[in-house]
């Protein structure tokens, strides 16, 4: 949701081509349009703007040519006004002394900007963000230090903000506030970066503020200076050093970040968990002593987490995931402090599921996190926090923190079976050591086989995934890829109710996506595959190397490595159906890293 960077130089050197730097190792978070604002060295704020994608606007602005020691970037995801020059962000107040640029949601800005407009000021997009240079302008009549219109202004603003802001009234200084929306600072050598994910600036720094809500405050010659405005005091905020690489946030010679992605899964998974594994103290405790627990969470995110649900439910623990945004309707009310919830977030930032587990911590519900982000706003919510080692996921495709989350899912509840009697040490034993070496061999076998299917399944309108038990969460998460990505509309379903209306839609030719394991459910899902076929549909099955029954009934199949139809299925079986939307993707043309619309991190409601 929009991506914040800024940068001063304490050299006075340029940093226009760090700020853009910054937005565009950044543009996963929103790409409708970009601008940067840089303080000149005549004195000026210059601001180039406008819509489009960051690479085209570089050749068309020269942003790169922009001159000036301090200033501040920008890619939108646009939520309040039209994709458009005007809108796209930084924003200036009406002398041209204040340039800002926001991520989040100005909930009382249609007030705000009433009551600015009777005293004069002059508005020009249809943003929520232009209140704020207004806004600070309008209390600078009455400070002589800009901190403190800064200040007041911060505290008249309702909702989610993450700012960054110069101007010519102090103009050694990138100020900064933050309110729900990520914020953090990194510190180079000689040089302060700003910015809304740590991936901007690790090029150059892996030491990192991460700013908490209701800090505001400035970096300049003096150093990092923050007040958190609940507490009204000065604060210092630890420098943490992050085990992120600059490499990690590369393409390292792959064309686009997902498929690299794809293909670090089985690193990622092994790095998981042996993290979740030093991380278990407390963890079966908290579950333990539970009366209901919860898994909440969105999108790829919620499908790892309805992974967790059945396989909890195998060993018989009861637990139920909920959508994050369903949350509070659905069972908000039941919940109380002998609950545990279960937030899973690879961002740590999701609106909606920061607002579920809000509600939860409020009844006194205890929470567990895992995230892939340290230091993100799930992780100063929750009781307990289990950090992926899945990497930086540029794509805006979740693909290497899915099958992190079911690792660190299937690690916890391996653990808590074992508590509990269950001979889980071959599964435990499997996890830790196999699952990589299977996935690597799954990546390499089932990605050729993509690329043959992709020669028919591009010219598809539609597509059915259908799973059975362990197999439906694998089969609605390969349906979210398929369509987020490729834009092909694919729906996952479960398999034994797809005769319930679904299968009305079928017709020769209508390719259907199974997941079948071989567990209990294996023979109705046969009877599923029966039925799509017997209607002509085209069946493309994911099943076990030795699973020849499903094979003979498919017309194409992916095979996984056999000794998966177990908890550990969504390690290996997802892989394909990863691979199938990447191809399907690049061969409409569409660009799998940048799909439109969409954002990496949801942090608007
Ligand atoms: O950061 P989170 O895991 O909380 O994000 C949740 C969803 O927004 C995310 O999984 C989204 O659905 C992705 N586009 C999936 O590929």
Known sequence: MCGIGACLSLLGLNVAPKVLKMIKNLEYRGYDSAGLAMITPDGIIDVRKDKGKIADLEIK??????????????????????????????????????????????ENYIELRKELEAKGHIFTTETDTEVIPHLIEENLKHHDNFFNAFEESIKQLKGAYALAVITLKDPSKIFFARFFSPL????????????????????????VIILHDGDIGFVSKEGVIIKNIFDNTIVNRDVITVEWTKEMAEKGGFDHFMLK?????????????????????????????????????????FYASLHGQYAFS???????AIIASEFIEEVGSFIDEDDVIIGVSQSGETADTLKALRHGKDKGARILAVTNVVGSAITRLADKVIIMGAGPEIGVAATKTFTSQVAVLNYILLEWAKEHGYD?????????????????????ETDEAAKQLVEMIHKKGNAYYLGRGLGLPIALEGALKM???????????????SKHGPIALVEPGFPIIAVVLK???????????????SRGGYIISVCEKSDDKTKKLSNFYFDVPTGYSNILAPLVYIIPLQLLAYRTAVKRGCDPDKPRNLAKSVTVE
Not at 274 to 288: C, D, F, R
Not at 483 to 497: D, S, T
């Open 61 to 106: 602005l020269r942003f790169s040519e922009m001159k000036g020691f301090i200033g501040i970037g920008h890619t939108r995801w646009a939520t309040h006004g039209a994709v458009s020059k005007r809108n796209a962000h930084p924003h200036v107040d009406c002398s041209r002394c204040i340039a800002v640029v926001h991520n989040g949601i100005i």
């Open 519 to 533: 567990d209990a459910v294996y023979d109705k899902m046969h009877i599923a595959i029966e039925e799509m076929k």
């Open 483 to 497: 369509k987020e990505i490729a834009y092909l509309h694919a729906e996952g379903y479960p398999a034994g109710e």
């Open 424 to 444: 889980v040490e071959l599964l435990l034993d499997k996890l830790r050591n196999r699952v990589p070496e299977d996935m690597e061999a799954t990546i390499r």
């Open 261 to 301: 992605e794809i293909y670090e899964q089985p690193v990622g998974v092994k790095r998981t968990v042996m993290m979740t594994e030093k991380q278990m103290q407390g963890v079966l405790e908290i579950l333990e002593n539970a009366n209901d627990i919860y898994l909440v969470a969105a999108g790829t995110s």
């Open 184 to 207: 953090v600072i990194g510190i180079g050598e000689c040089e302060y970066y700003i910015a809304s994910d740590i991936p901007a600036f690790l090029e150059w720094t892996r030491k």
């Open 314 to 320: 195998v060993y018989g623990f009861k637990s139920r």
